[in-house]
């Protein structure tokens, strides 16, 4: 097996590792804090963004 292939082996194992850890956390997340993480992540990814296009002059 390839060292490029490897890391692919693993991922099954990673997804029930954190399902098993996230469960009983999981219970309590409502669409309002889905929404507010999927719109701070956004956030946090474009705003240093555009700051590298501001110092461009763009």
Known sequence: MSEATAPHDREPHQ???GAVLLGPTLENV??????YAVLS?????ML????????RGL
């Open 15 to 17: 997804l029930l590792f």
């Open 48 to 55: 240093p963004v555009a700051v590298a296009l501001a110092g």
């Open 41 to 45: 992540l956004t956030v946090l990814r």
């Open 30 to 35: 409502s669409w309002r804090i889905v929404g």
